[in-house]
C-alpha cells in the first residue's frame, strides 16, 4: 500500500469512527426517553452494536498500520498485542500511535467486543454499556487527536509519497 493510500485510510476512517461515536452518543442521550417507555433494554443492545462497530473499525485500522509499518501480531491474544503494540514508537518506524490515557479507554472496548462476540445478549449488562458508550463520547477527542498526529507524521516525516 502507498504512503497517500495509507493516509487515505485513516483520514477515512477517522470520519467513519467519529460517525459512529455521534450515534452512539445521540442515541445515548434518549435514554431517559427511551427507559421512561420501558426500551432501556433495547437501547443497551443498540449502543453494544455501536461499541462493536466503533472498535471493530478502529482495529481494522490498526490492522492495516501495523502490515503496513511493522508486523501484525499472532497468536492467541493478537488483538491485546496490537493494541498494546500501537501505544509503543518503533524506532526507525513510526511513533506510538495512542497515549496511554486513549489505551486505557480502548482496551476497555477491545474487551467489550471480545465479550460481545462470545456471550448471549441476554446476558449484557446494561449499565456497564451506558457507561462505556459515555467513556468513548468523553475519550473520543483524545483519541482523535492521537490518530491526527499520527497523519502528520506520516506526512512530514515520509513526504507526500508516491501516487
Known sequence: MSLRSLQAL?????????????LCSSRLARRQELAASGSE??????????LHSFYSGLEGLLETVASELDE???GAHWHRQLLVLMTV?????RP??????????????RAFRH?????????????RVFELT??????????RADLEE???FLGTTHGPGPA
Not at 485513516?10 to 455521534?22: D, K, N, P, S
Not at 433494554?41 to 455501536?50: N, Q, R, T, Y
Not at 459515555?134 to 483519541?143: N, S
Open 134 to 143: 459515555a467513556a468513548l463520547a468523553f475519550a473520543w477527542p483524545g483519541v
Open 72 to 74: 501484525l501480531p499472532r
Open 115 to 127: 465479550l460481545f462476540r462470545n456471550l448471549y445478549l441476554h446476558t449484557l449488562r446494561p449499565e
Open 89 to 93: 514508537a518503533v524506532e526507525g518506524a
Open 150 to 152: 499520527f497523519l502528520r
Open 10 to 22: 485513516i483520514q477515512g476512517e477517522i470520519q467513519a469512527l467519529e460517525q459512529t461515536v455521534a
Open 96 to 109: 506510538a500511535v495512542f497515549t496511554q490515557d486513549s489505551y486505557a479507554i480502548l482496551d476497555e472496548l
Open 41 to 50: 433494554d433495547i437501547l443497551a443492545d443498540s449502543l453494544a452494536a455501536c
